[in-house]
């Protein structure tokens, strides 16, 4: 054999070179090609600068926790949930939920919050409200939302549409209940322009006198928060307002949803990818992280088109090949079993043919018809009791000659001891 019968051994330098140049250009853009970075955020959705980095989430709970109320205990059991490693700091209204007590509690808040210090990020939930608007209630969330916290409300529980204050306060976000499943609102949720953000109502409570599920906005308006703080953790470089951002941009839509209910839905997985993709602190610039970084890039590419490659094999060629496979195998079977059916009718003793001739009448008087599969094993039964000058079992009268009409292997058997043309009538 002359070096023509291997045509790739003459492009085989050709193939090395441009192997080569591939791999090249993948590991130049690829490991040390420069990341593509998220647009310039403005300047509240800023970074935090490194001095100032999260290292703490204070959740003030405003709400009633006495022993003979464990309103607020439930509330603060939903945001551990939703955050585990956030702090929550009760302010107990004693059962007075009058907007002049609410704001002695804001008061309160604004003492406590002195404490912290910058890399501590204050949100606040209230699970509690009226429908009166107080202007020096307003004036005190706006001071304490202008100090840097972060206000989250229920929306109330009495499917109106009517401002439910604080959470209609524009410095406030209030929060609306779906239902958990169908992603639609609860019967019971208020609901307007005013509505921030929806989230299940319907949830898992934990109180010094009870243990079980709850429902209502006081319990969405936790979830928010909890979440929120979980997100702010995670993420220890983004401000707070961009968190309340990916809480609203990443929402879920409401399925069938013809009243105002804000953003949508609480998505926490969406707003979690959002955060940490478009939100993350800043990576270092070493040398070894960046190759790190880009095996990684590399490695996910590489098993993405790795996995596509397998699919459209699979679908292409694979799964015909199975199809018909199957499709054949089944076909021996019935071809090798008619096989064995028919050579018993003529081998096997007069009460096989009897026992099979009443099956097959049998199964005919149910369903109308004989089984196409079953048509050469009656076909062969017929013949088989004119051979053997045996009763017609198909209708239990006594031998006689047949008379078969024409070619019995082209028009079929017709039985005239019975009168029954079995097979005409199964084609018909």
Known sequence: MTEADFPYKRHRRTVIYGA???????????????????????????????????????IFVVDTQD??????????????????????????????LSSRNIVQALLHIDDLSRQYDATTTRLVNVSLGSYAYDEILHTQVRRLRDAGLIFIAAAGNDDRDDPFYPAALPEVIGVCSSTRHSREKTVYSNYGTW???????????????????????????????????????????????????????????VTGASRSL???????????????????????????????????????????????????????????????????RGQRRIAR?????????????????RGRLLALRQRFEQK??????????????????????????????PATEPVLAGNFLEAGPLCQRCGLDVLSRDDG
């Open 20 to 58: 080569v140049i591939a791999a090249g250009w993948l590991a130049l853009t690829g490991l040390f090609g420069i990341p593509r970075s998220p647009p310039a955020p403005s300047d509240e959705d800023a970074p935090a600068s490194a001095a100032s980095t999260r290292q703490q989430v204070v």
């Open 67 to 96: 022993a003979f109320d464990t309103h607020g205990a439930q509330v603060r059991s939903v945001i551990q949930r939703q955050c585990p490693r956030c702090t929550t700091q009760p302010i107990n209204l004693h059962g007075d």
């Open 195 to 253: 509505v921030s953000l929806c989230a299940p109502g319907w949830q898992f409570v934990r109180s010094p006198l009870q243990i079980g599920m709850a429902s209502g906005t006081s319990f969405a308006s936790p979830m928010v928060a909890g979440v929120l703080g979980q997100l702010l953790l995670d993420t220890p470089c983004a401000t707070p307002r961009t968190g309340l951002k990916a809480l609203t941009r990443t929402a879920a839509p």
């Open 262 to 328: 804000g953003a949508g839905i609480l998505d926490p997985d969406a707003a979690e990818h959002y955060m940490k993709t478009l939100h993350a602190c800043d990576a270092t610039d070493e040398p070894r992280q960046r190759f790190i970084a880009g095996m990684r890039r590399f490695g996910a590419s590489l098993a993405t088109y790795a996995g596509l490659i397998i699919y459209f094999f699979v679908s292409v060629f694979a799964v015909p090949f199975l199809l018909a496979y199957t499709i054949e």
């Open 337 to 353: 079993r008619q096989h064995e059916a028919v050579q018993l009718a003529y081998e096997g003793s007069s009460e096989h043919r």
């Open 368 to 397: 109308g018809r004989v089984r196409r599969r079953d048509h050469p094993e009656l076909m062969a039964l017929l013949q088989a009791l004119s051979q053997y000058g045996e009763p017609c079992w198909w209708c239990d009268r």
